[in-house]
């Protein structure tokens, strides 16, 4: 190509509509988009919940048509050569076909007899793929015993089995851990530069823009930016600071208030501080929004400043402060008591040990973290704490109960939201509202005063009667909270609550998690967003079963490191303390 040459396109789009209609209503998923990928080019798709991101990439693949507009992908055009088109592109959607009782060289087998690969060319095919992935000592274990992480990176090869002029992964790092997420996007990375693969990759997780080439953000089916990430960062400059909290103060309380104010973009804990995005440059450090005895300094912007500046224009307004108890009571009991305590807990399944002499114990009121890789035992750990396994040794208490042999009373002291969507999907808001009003024994006027606090408080009333399976991923976890609380339990379990769910939607969550925490309510929360651990109070990561760090987050953050030498962040402190650990193994 000669120099100042445009690169060719692989994908064009002009004007694209998409509208979905069913019985009730209509949703116009799309309006009047242009797309354009250049070839050879890595690009990364980003926007809220419901922006239209996967409609937008079914429409690539030809599995969607769209109502208007034109769309060439591959020189082809999409809406009338889809056959064609479909032999020359690989799409990896959120929940990958993977077959889990088939092993992993039975998974590859299957997807390259179903994409026609001749037999002469797997075995190098399949080698490239599996020095790519890591997997080459797993070829015989079951897909479904593999750990999230290694799940992924399977989907992905079975994408790639017939290497693809396109490819399309639609978030494919939700519920990866930070470790899995950088060697997945390694692997990106190389498929671009050295297979010269056009990549578009929908993420959750802003950072990971930072790496392409260009960002497309999208919001309510409508284009509100398509640059260089670099651009949008640039938007936010000015307008970023970082704020050290008055003594006293816990970050995640400060970034609560600051939320509330209208000139502020976003707020976000950062270290031991707050990072916010004004929606103006601060003309007069008198206007600031913050306390007065709040230190301040300006900041770089980033890719994640620039996006929620963007998109608050659109949804600006953020929940009411979640108020758990109609009466305003006080907590059951003072601050500072035990109320989870674990002494040296052991899980085995059959030889292998899943959780290897674990101890912790959680306060009233606190936030704890359980963090660690995809396999580390952390759900494991879970469900023992909420009575769900039982421990093959050691001890274990909750609100002075072990949970395994507790009254129905004591069970309905603890609430819980599982890692999977666990409401009944068939069944409306409303309906799912009433059952679980029912199974925590709420009758008369109690009951109807816990469902209009759930649908006031989650604001759930213009979805009352839509079923819960097809609510935006927004809603279905407001719901899903709205469940666990409307009995309102003393301990709150959370089991990765916030993944797949947009920025936005994560702060939307926290903020409340924050309020129920100055009530006294007890929160035990695992999760792959470390820079989630940093509301938490304390909290513990945990790989092979074993803990290797555990503290307050500035404490882990000291186990951390930085290749530029800088203040470690969360996500360093973890992928420094697991990586180190594994090396000793």
Request: with cysteine; hydrophobic share 45%; proline share 6%.
């Amino acid at each position: 190509m000669a120099a100042g040459e445009a690169a060719p396109l692989a994908v064009s789009g002009v004007k694209l509509c998409k509208t979905f209609i069913t019985k009730s209503h209509s949703v116009q998923a799309l309006r009047d988009v242009d797309i354009s990928l250049p070839a050879g080019s890595l690009t990364a798709l980003a926007g809220p919940d419901g922006a239209g991101k996967t409609t937008l990439m079914r429409l690539l693949t030809g599995l969607y048509a769209a109502d208007s507009g034109e769309l060439t992908v591959l020189g082809l055009d999409a809406k009338r050569q889809t056959q064609a088109l479909q032999t020359r592109i690989a799409y990896m959607p959120q929940r990958f076909g993977l077959y889990e009782d088939l092993s992993v060289q039975e998974n590859l087998d299957l997807y390259a007899d179903m994409h026609g690969v001749p037999a002469v060319e797997r075995p190098a095919r399949y080698a490239e793929l599996m020095e790519m992935t890591d997997l080459s000592k797993f070829l015989g274990r079951l897909a479904g015993r593999l750990s999230g992480g290694m799940k992924q990176k399977l989907g992905l090869a079975c994408a790639l089995v017939r290497w693809p002029e396109l490819l399309l992964l639609d978030e494919p790092t939700v519920g990866v851990d930070p470790l899995s997420r950088r060697e997945l996007w390694q692997i990106i990375r190389r498929l671009v530069a050295q297979q010269g693969i056009t990549v578009l990759v929908s993420t959750a997780y802003l950072d990971e823009a930072e790496h392409c080439r260009q960002a497309i953000v999208l919001a309510e089916g409508r284009v509100l930016a398509a640059c260089a990430p670099q651009e949008l960062s640039r938007a936010a400059a000015g307008k970023v600071f970082l704020l050290t909290p008055p003594p006293g103060q816990a970050a995640r309380n400060l970034q609560a208030r600051l939320l509330d104010r209208p000139t502020v973009a976003d707020a976000l804990p950062q270290g031991a501080g707050v990072r916010v995005t004004l929606r103006q440059p601060l003309a007069d450090p008198a206007d600031a929004p913050w306390p007065a005895q709040t230190q301040w300094q300006a900041a770089v912007p980033n890719f994640e400043d620039g996006f929620m500046l963007l998109t608050s224009a659109a949804e600006p307004r953020l929940p009411p402060v979640l108020v758990l108890h109609h009466d305003g009571r006080a907590p059951p009991a003072a601050a500072g008591e035990i109320v989870i305590e674990v002494r040296d807990l052991v899980r085995r399944f059959g030889d292998f040990v899943a959780v290897n002499h674990v101890s912790f114990q959680v306060r009233r009121g606190e936030i704890f973290g359980l963090l660690g890789p995809n396999g580390a035992g952390k759900t494991t750990t879970f469900r023992m704490l909420c009575g769900l396994l039982a421990a093959s040794s050691g001890e274990l208490r909750v609100l002075g109960q072990d949970l395994r042999f507790a009254r129905a009373a004591s069970r309905r002291r603890i609430g819980y939201v599982a890692q999977k969507f666990a409401l009944y999907g068939e069944l409306s808001v409303r309906e799912n509202l009433e059952f679980f009003a029912s199974a925590y024994g709420l009758r008369g006027g109690r009951r109807r005063e816990r469902l209009h606090w759930a649908i006031e408080q989650f604001e759930l009333s213009v979805m009352l009667d839509v079923p819960s399976g097809r609510l935006p991923g927004g809603y279905r976890q407001r719901l899903a909270m709205a469940a666990a609380l409307m009995h309102e339990p003393e301990v709150l379990f959370l089991d990765e609550p916030t993944s797949g769910a947009d920025p936005r939607a994560r702060r939307e969550f926290w903020r409340r998690i924050t309020d129920l925490s100055d009530q006294g309510v007890t929160v035990i929360v695992t999760t792959h967003f470390m820079e989630e651990a940093e509301y938490c109070d304390r909290a513990l990561i945990q790989d092979g079963g074993r803990i290797l760090a555990q503290g307050a987050p500035a404490e882990i953050r000291r186990l951390g490191a930085r290749p530029d030498g800088g203040a470690p962040t969360m996500e360093n402190a973890f992928i420094s303390i697991v990586s180190q650990a594994r090396l000793h193994e």
